[in-house]
Every structure is written in C-alpha cells, then in structure tokens.
C-alpha cells in the first residue's frame, strides 16, 4: 500500500460537508458568465472575421460561407511576399517603434523618479501642468504638428518618431511617479550614503526594480507606436513605412485595380502577431505592473 | 576612527517645524552614544543632520576635526543603519555589501577581503547569494550591519536598528551590538525611543525631547539623577510616580498623606512651599507589621501584576495626575496604545519582590525612602535637589 493511502486511512473518518450552492447565486453566477462571455464576443468576432474572411479565394472578397471552403492558406504567403516585401516595411515599424518607445519609457521612468523624489520648487505644479497636456486633444493638436515637423524641415524622415521618443509620455511618467513614490525613502538615503547622486540611484535602484511598470510601459506604448497610421501616413515616403500603413493600402490586385481583401486581412493579422506575441510575454510582468503602479481602478 | 561634534545645531522644516532645536553635543571618539526619546523628538532628525541627509538650517556638524556641515553624505566617511534595513531588493547579499565600496571604486581584491570579512563578523557566509527577499529580519538586520562594517567608516549612525526585530530576537541582537562595538570600537550614534536599548547599549544616552537635548550622561546617571521632570519621567519603567505636593508646618503632604520633612535632613529646607514629588516604583517597600517608617503611603491595590520575580501593584491616591507638557508629550506616543482613558485620579505603581500573597484588592502600606525621593519645580520642571547615583543595579526595565 501507497504511504497515502495509508495517510488516507489513518485520517479519523469525518463526513465531509459538501458546500450547498444556493440557486439565488447560481444564477446570478450564470448571468454574469454570460455577460462577460457576449462582452468577450463583441472583442473575439472581428478578429474572427478576419481570420476567416482571410482565407478565402484572393478576389472573392468577403461573400460566401463563414468558414470558407477550401481555405486558402497559400494568402498569407501572398500577403508576405506577393505585392511588396513584407519583412521591409516589417522593419520599418521595428524600427520607428523602437525609436518611439525605447527613448520613451526610459526619459518617462527617469521623469516620474524625478517627479517622485527631487525635491525642486514648483515640482507639484509642474506635476499638474505636465498631466494636463493628457488632456488636448489629439485633433487640436494634429495639424499644427504636423506644421511644426514639416518647417523643421523633417518630414519624410524618422527624426520625428525620435523626437517623440525622448520627450516621453505624459501617461507614463504619471505611472512611474506613482510607483516610485511607493518605494521606501531609506533606499534613497542608503544609496546617497553609499555614494550615489539621482542618476546613479535611478540606474541601479530604481530601474532594475521597476520590471512591472516597465513591462506596462513597453506594451502600451509599443503597441500604439506598432499600430501608428496617420503620423506615419502623412510624414513618411513609401520607402520609410510602416507596415500597418503599407498593409491598408498596398493589396491592390495591379491589373483588375481591385483590394485583394483576403490577402489584406491575411497581412493584417501577420502584422498584428508581434504585438500580440509580445503581450503574451510579458503578460505576467504586466499584470504585477498594473497591480504595483496602480492602475488598477 | 573620530568624534563628533554637534555645534548649535537646528533643523527647521519648510513648513514651520523646528525638529532639531540648537543641539549641543561632544562625542568622543570610539563612544557608543544613544539619542533616546518620545516619538517626535527629533533624535531621528538630528541623526539625519549627522548623516547629511538633511541640510542643518544652523549650527555646525564637526567629524573628527573636519567641519562636514556641508558635505554630501557620501563624502562624510559614515555609514548607516536604517530602521527597515534598506536593503537593495534586486541585489544578493554580497552585491548589497559590496555596492557601496564599488561606487567607491575599491578594488575588486579589496571589496572581496571586505566581504569575507564582515560576512565571517556576523555569520552571513551561507546567505551570500541570497536576495533580502528570502532572509528573514534578524539575518536581514545582518545584512544592514555587514553593508556598513564594510565599508570601514569612521561612525556609525543606527536609525532604530532593532525595532523591526521581535522581542527575543531584539534582546540578543542588543547584546550582539553592544559586543561588535567592543570589537570596532568605532563611534556610533544610536537612536531609539526604547530606553532598555538605550540603558543597556550606551555608553551615554542623550535624553531629548522637543528638539532639545535635556540631558545627556551615563545611562546610571540619568536614572539615579535626572536633571527635570521629563528626564525622570522618560527614564524607567515602570515610570517614576509623580505628584503635586505642598509644604506645610515642617511636612510634605498631598493626597492626604503627610511625611514630616525633618527625614531629608538639611535638604528638607531648601525646598519650595509646591513642588512635584517623584518616587520610582522600585523605591517603595512593604511595610511590615509593627514596623513605623516615618514615609509612608497606603493604597488600595486594583491591578496586580506577577512578573515571577517581582510584582508590579497598581493603586490610585486622592490627587489628580501630574498633566505637564512633559507627560503629555512621553505618553502621547503611548496613548493611542492605551485601552481606557486617562484616569481623574493619580494611580501609582510600586514594584515589590514576589511573595505568596495574593495583593489585590487589599489595602497596603508602602515605605518610601526620602533619600531616593526626587523633587522638582512645578514652574521649571527643574530638579530641586541633587541626587549621587547608588552603587547598584538599575532594576530590570519591565
């Protein structure tokens, strides 16, 4: 006999009380399933859509039985390498979204520590002042700067993504703020006695503990910086665009002069897996970030 | 090594808060020196101006003979000991040891000698690669002291080491402390508002109370001869009994007791017609039958307390407590811990040896020994008369 078995058998016979599940609960729990299930739905069917609608013959369209028959794989080969090199304009949104979010995460991360424990005059106000810029909204703001990009003399370059990029994100720096100021102010005070100025103690206290807001940081606005149109439409030469553009506008059957919808869909959703992968990756650093910064209404 | 030197320092906060009040203090050097005091003092503050973590609005801070007033802490040779540790969450425990002496720029051979050497001082070579995470507090209360033996400095500031420890932990790490000071023989500040740390690991104890520094001596002496009222009431605990007494026809009374003034001898006269009188629980004695000690008071017991040894008997007199600025600002700290409110009436506390009788509820009669009765101004709160330390034992602080 198993050591547990005989565990099992030495325990003192108790009837166990199997917790009754009142019906008044039971169907409140059904209905609240039910309701985060049509909820998810709402999300999951257009990706559903597309997925399907992606594998259908390239110039049906989007007619025909939901889960088309047979399903035409051989789209998202197309969609890769058919009209136009995937992987160059792929890299292209690598690399804006790099310059956009790296920069980024790091001047906000430095900002909030800042904001949370540099002692200056008028911090708070400024505080304030910076959190209200959240606040303009992105159509009063669009066209002057794209004036602004344009007598800079940058359009059709990258250097406004950079620009962006090191001036860091108003949201953001609102979220490191809160995290830092949870930390202990003895670790301050242990770091200056050691010999540390602001920067050292942000670098090698501050930063290598923020892995939670970090990894929030670089999923929202890494997927916003990946998913970018109209900047990018506007400002950037066809050879310098990113995908998600290109992909909108680049599946246009060259002689019937039609969009190839299936093979759009199919490089839509090729373009969409980074982000997705890249959430997946850092989902559990994610979730701790939301807990530990806050966010969390 | 070196002393230190606190020229009327003062530390005013922007919003209007003088934490630390022209403080006026010479420690020499090797000295084990606690700042000890009510929450709110300003021993923790005036460690923080030691430290350079806060800028002294006045006054000067002397290391050895080098004016630091203004240095940055990282330039000022000390290292600290906080009260939650401080530890780097994201470092081992041989990282965080040897974090400081890398900024520093030691060598790698130097820092690693450092290590071993503090890590061999406190028993940490088995938790080296360890995150504080994983220690528990007493082995990350190591860790803080190994960070700052490292480093070598000239002092050492502790900002309430041990109040994170539990209470058996605290007794042998108190011991622990007071024999790795034997050993370095480095000046250290130590602030606590815990005065059994203070009593047992100073070799001075600066008593402070509002930002000022009311007396600062040998733990004996502060107990035996408190220069004010709050240096009497802080030290010892149970705390001394207070009460506002009159003189009248060559006799001291309050609460309708009445103890003929002749006992003090020639000091009887130098007192005042209204004073505070001060007994420690530990000076009252049991009156025997047939015995007639010309001091006495009696008592109806309502709190006993057996603590094996000894008993502590709680009992109320006909007179309302002392309420000076001083008890109020000791007791602040403890009154939100208390359970009932304040009582109308005085209730003193004796500590007698330990017999079979059950005392509760009965009526004692307690000796007291004029000799260790103290006197204080009502107005000054200064001590009327001087008391010599006794040749004994500070009883055990309950």
Known sequence: MTQGAVGVDAVPTRRRRRKRVRPARLATQAILYAFVLAFAAIFVAPIAWGFFNSLRELHQGVSGPVIPRPAHWDNYRYAWSGLFSFSHYLWNTVVLTFIATVPAVLTSAFAGYAFARMRARGRNTLFILMLGTTFIPFSIVFIPLFWVVVNLGMYSTRWPWLIWGVSGSAFLIFLFRQFYASFPVELDDAAAIDGCGHLRTFLHIYLPNSAGPLAVAFVLLGTGWWGEYIYAALLLPDRLLPLGVKVATGYNDPTAQIVLIPATLAGALLFTLPAVLAFLVLQKQLTRGIVTTGLKG | MAGIELQTVAKTFPNGVRAVDGVELTIEDGEFMVLVGPSGCGKTTLLRCIAGLEEVTDGAILIGDRDVTDVNPKDRDIAMVFQNYALYPHMTVRRNIAFGLKVRGTPRAEIAARIAEAARLLGLEELMDRRPLALSGGQRQRVAMGRAIARRPRVYL??????????????????????????????????????????????????????????????????????????????????????????????????????????????????????????????????????????????????????????????????APVETDEIVSIRAGEEEEALLAQEARALFTARLPSGTRQLLGTKIRLAVDPERCHFFAPVTRESLLTRTAADEPIPALA
């Open chain 2, 158 to 319: 502790m900002d309430e080491p041990l109040s994170n420890l539990d209470a058996k932990l605290r007794v042998r790490v108190r011991a622990d402390l007071a024999r790795l000071h034997a050993q370095l023989g480095v000046t250290t500040v130590y602030v606590t508002h815990d005065q059994v740390e203070a009593m047992t690991l100073g070799q001075r104890a600066a008593v402070m109370n509002e930002g000022k520094i009311q007396q600062v001596d040998t733990p004996q002496s502060l107990y035996w001869s408190p220069v004010n009222l709050f240096v009497a009431a802080f030290i010892g605990s149970p705390s001394m009994n207070l009460v506002e007494a009159h003189i009248a026809d060559g006799c001291l009374r309050f609460a309708g007791f009445s103890l003929p003034l002749a006992e003090l001898g020639p000091d009887g006269a130098k007192l005042p017609p209204k004073v505070i009188l001060g007994i420690r629980p530990e000076h009252f004695s049991e009156v025997e039958a047939g015995q007639s000690p010309a001091w006495s008071i009696e008592g109806e017991v309502t709190v006993e307390e057996n603590l094996g040894a000894e008993v502590l008997v709680f009992f109320p007199i006909n007179a």
